[in-house]
C-alpha cells in the first residue's frame, strides 16, 4: 500500500503530458505538425500489448492497415480490437444481423490484408435500428495503444483523411487519458451497447 500511494504521488508531481497536434492536408510554411497518416503508422508498428481503434469509415483498408497487420503477425499477444460503424443504408430492412453480417464480411474482403490474424471486431447495434428516427451513429474516432498513447482526431481510416482532407487531432503519451477512453469502451461492451461484428 506504501509503495502504491509512493507511485501516485511520484506521478502526481510529473508535469502533465503535452499534446502534440496531428494534422492532415496542406502543409503550412512555417508550422510544425504531425501528419495524420504517420501518427496511425506509428502507432500501429510500435504497440506492444493492446490497441484499440474506432473509427466511422473505412476506406483502402488493407493499405492503411498493412502495418497493423504485419504487427499483429510479429507480436502474437497484441491484442486488437476495432470499433467500426455499421451503416442501414436507405430502403434497407433486413435483420441487423444480416446487415453486420455482410459488412463484417466485406471487411474481411476489403479492407483486411488477406490470410492476416483479424482483430476483434465491434459494432453499435443501435447504427441499425430500422426506424431512422431511432438510429444513432458510432462516430468516435480513436486509437489507444498499450494503455497510455492517445490519438483523438477528427479523422476516418482513410486515405484521403490521413494525407489531403484538412483533419486535425492531438497526440499524446498520458495515461489516465488513456484509462478513462478504455474504461468508456469496456463499459459500451459491458452494457451491450458494442456488440461482436461477425466476420
Not at 152 to 170: F, I, M, P, Q, R
Amino acid at each position: 500500500m506504501a509503495v502504491e500511494a509512493l507511485n501516485a504521488l511520484v506521478t502526481a508531481r510529473q508535469p502533465a503530458p503535452r499534446p502534440t497536434l496531428v494534422w492532415s492536408g496542406p502543409h503550412v510554411p512555417g508550422l510544425h505538425e504531425r501528419e495524420m497518416d504517420r501518427v496511425w503508422e506509428d502507432l500501429f508498428a510500435t504497440a506492444c500489448e493492446s490497441l484499440w481503434i474506432s473509427t466511422f469509415k473505412i476506406y483502402n483498408g488493407k493499405a492503411l492497415l498493412a502495418t497493423l497487420a504485419q504487427r499483429m503477425e510479429a507480436v502474437t499477444d497484441l491484442a486488437v480490437n476495432m470499433v467500426l460503424h455499421v451503416d442501414r443504408e436507405p430502403g434497407d430492412d433486413r435483420p441487423a444481423a444480416a446487415i453486420a453480417a455482410t459488412f463484417g464480411a466485406s471487411f474481411k474482403a476489403k479492407d483486411w490484408p488477406p490470410g492476416a490474424r483479424l482483430p476483434r471486431l465491434w459494432h453499435f447495434p443501435r447504427s441499425l435500428e430500422l426506424e431512422s428516427a431511432n438510429r444513432a451513429s458510432m462516430h468516435a474516432k480513436v486509437v489507444v495503444a498499450d494503455g497510455y498513447r492517445v490519438l483523438v482526431t477528427s479523422a476516418n481510416l482513410t486515405d484521403k483523411a490521413g494525407t489531403v482532407n484538412v483533419e486535425a487531432g492531438v497526440v499524446t503519451d498520458d495515461r489516465v487519458l488513456a484509462t478513462s477512453i478504455l474504461a468508456h469502451f469496456r463499459g459500451l461492451v459491458d452494457h451491450g451497447h458494442l456488440v461482436p461484428l461477425p466476420v
